[in-house]
């Protein structure tokens, strides 16, 4: 389970900054300094991995 959310994060977490931003630039650290505000919306959104 935690290796699918992992992924799963990190799709979408570099969806989200490449829609607002694009992709060059995009760094592992942008990746990382989002996940833990994306996490808490995912969780929050009608309890989709709570």
Do not use: W
Not at 11 to 18: L, P, Q, R, S, V
Not at 24 to 47: C, H, Y
């Amino acid at each position: 389970e935690a290796s699918r959310l992992g992924v799963f994060l990190h799709g979408y977490i570099a969806d989200e900054i490449t829609d607002q931003r694009g992709e060059v630039g995009l760094t592992a650290n942008d990746i990382i300094n989002r996940i833990p505000l994306t996490l808490k919306e995912v969780m929050s959104e009608d309890g989709a991995f709570g």
